[in-house]
């Protein structure tokens, strides 16, 4: 066994290795934050797009809650342990294979984590036993009763071993807060949470922005945190005025007009579609906006499907002149989406359906929001493959060494929206008119039926758990059923490219 776990190790830091330094770039995922009193349904919600590059499968698995019944020492994968009891809760895994920074984790407790690149100042190396990455997020979906749980356990392992990323924020929420917590390379982090009638935005830039330390209920972060900016020269009291948590640490762009930044535009929109508002492109972005009405899962799905149609920066023409995902414009939904979801956290419905989930397994614009639940038993095959029970070294090889995956992907779903991708960015103007006549109607009837499901099933929740739990299956087997027979249908009508 020690034999083996050299093996896959040595493996891991390889495929590691290779896979943080094969195109490095700053302008990776968008997420949106709801806060309850901000969406149409009293829900927090959040939203998602994440844009990675290689030749990834998107695979989603719902691993149980396990107890290895002793101490389990968790492998950090550069030479770091992370000593913890044995158990682990059971957690949704939607999976972007052997990226190290790319999944996404939905706990028991609805509490849900995913994360945006943002590029810090710092390019000094503070770690213990080379650091903490990859393996951060899954330990808070296996640890964390909730956002606020999540934060503080973060917290401790950033400063005890270091975070190993330039700089990244972890959208980290539940069904009663939601929070964003920006971590330096280092052990350095901040936090803070987004107000219950608010909104918050972010592309890859840090949107933290004024902080209130002495305020737990809606900040937490590291004690000496402006002291650490001054003392890097990143931060001048009397030059800058009251501190500023972006502008002290976010690196310098490369492209200094803010229209080529890569950031500024996504963030101007997403403000922009949230708040109804005017918003200039030299503007300084607050962390959270009020929105101009409340918002529902379909604005959402609008918002991480956009190119910026309508406005100046539509740099196709309504379509005319190409794909909008490749152009000199860096959108919101972009060539290297490769996943988009839409979470929404309602305590008020029956556990089983409180957390429920649409799930796009490619770009947004060109295929459907699938409706997931996560207490939902069975998946559909098609939606993943890959070890259900909790097996540290299982779960490291098949996701940085995913051959055999690769080898099994033609059943995936997945496989099948990336076919179809390819025959729409090749011919995006007739092929999105298509796919809007006759793929997108699928998903409307998913949103127009799903509080009559939602009702029903917890009518029949009450009087027979059971029962209700075949239903939930049933109901997301058969969306899974109608979405591949559409694809096997619009695949045989239009060649590949």
């Not at 390889?14 to 969406?39: E, M």
């Not at 993943?384 to 995956?405: I, S, W, Y």
């Not at 995936?412 to 390819?422: G, Q, Y």
Request: charged content about 25%.
């Amino acid at each position: 066994m020690k034999k083996n776990s050299a093996i896959l190790l040595s493996f891991f830091l390889a495929l590691t290795g290779l896979s943080l330094g094969a195109a490095p770039q700053d302008d990776n995922c968008f997420t949106v934050i709801v806060g309850k009193k901000a969406s149409a349904d009293g829900s927090i919600m959040i939203a998602h797009n994440e844009d990675d590059r290689g030749n990834i499968i998107v695979n989603l698995r719902k691993i149980g809650a396990h107890n290895y019944g002793a101490p389990r020492k968790v492998d950090l994968g550069k030479g770091g342990f992370f000593e913890t009891d044995g158990r682990t809760k059971g957690f949704l895994w939607i999976e972007a294979t052997t990226q190290e920074f790319a999944d996404s984790f939905i706990n028991e407790h609805g509490v849900v984590i995913t994360s945006d690149s943002c590029p810090s100042r710092e390019n000094k190396d503070d770690l213990t036993d080379g650091g903490i990455g990859y393996m951060l997020r899954r330990i808070l979906a296996e640890k964390a009763a909730s956002a606020r749980d999540a934060i503080k356990i973060a917290g401790e392992l950033v400063e005890k071993f270091g975070y190993r990323a330039s700089g990244r924020t972890y959208s980290i929420v539940d069904k009663n807060e939601a929070w964003m917590m920006a971590l330096i390379k280092g052990r350095h982090w901040f936090a803070q949470r987004v107000p219950d009638d608010e909104v918050a935005v972010i592309p890859n830039h840090y949107s933290i922005r004024q902080i209130r330390p002495n305020d737990p209920d809606n900040f937490m972060g590291s004690p000496d945190i402006v002291d650490y900016a001054r003392k890097n020269g990143w931060y001048d009291e009397t030059k800058d005025g009251p501190f500023d948590f972006k502008k002290a640490f976010t690196r310098p762009s490369a492209r200094p007009d803010l229209i080529f930044d890569g950031n500024t535009l996504r963030h101007w929109r997403g403000l922009s579609l949230i708040s109804g508002r005017t918003w200039e492109i030299n503007d300084v972005y607050p962390f959270s906006v009020k929105p101009g009405k409340q918002i529902a899962a379909e604005d959402l799905m609008k918002i991480l499907r956009d190119h910026y149609e309508g406005t100046a920066y539509d740099a196709t023409d309504g379509y005319k002149n190409g794909t909008p995902n490749s152009t000199k414009f860096r959108t919101i939904c972009t060539a290297s989406t490769i996943n988009a979801f839409v979470v929404s956290l309602n305590g008020k419905l029956p556990e089983p359906i409180s957390v429920s989930v649409w799930l796009a397994f490619g770009k947004p614009d060109t295929t459907v929001f699938l409706p997931l639940y996560y207490g939902a038993e069975k998946l559909p095959p098609s939606a993943g493959m890959g070890g259900l029970t909790h097996n540290d070294e299982v779960f490291t090889k098949q996701h940085f060494a995913d051959a055999e995956f690769q080898a099994a992907k033609d059943r995936l779903l997945h496989t099948k929206v990336l076919a179809l991708e390819k025959i729409a960015e090749a011919n995006y103007s007739s092929m999105i008119e298509t796919i809007q006549r006759e793929l997108i109607p699928a998903e409307k009837a998913f949103l127009e039926n799903r509080a009559k499901f939602e009702a029903d099933f917890s009518d029949l929740y009450s009087q027979n758990k059971k029962e209700a739990g075949k239903k939930l299956d049933a109901y997301i087997a058969a969306a899974f059923d109608r979405i591949l027979s559409l694809y096997g249908k619009l695949t045989a009508k239009h060649p590949k490219p």
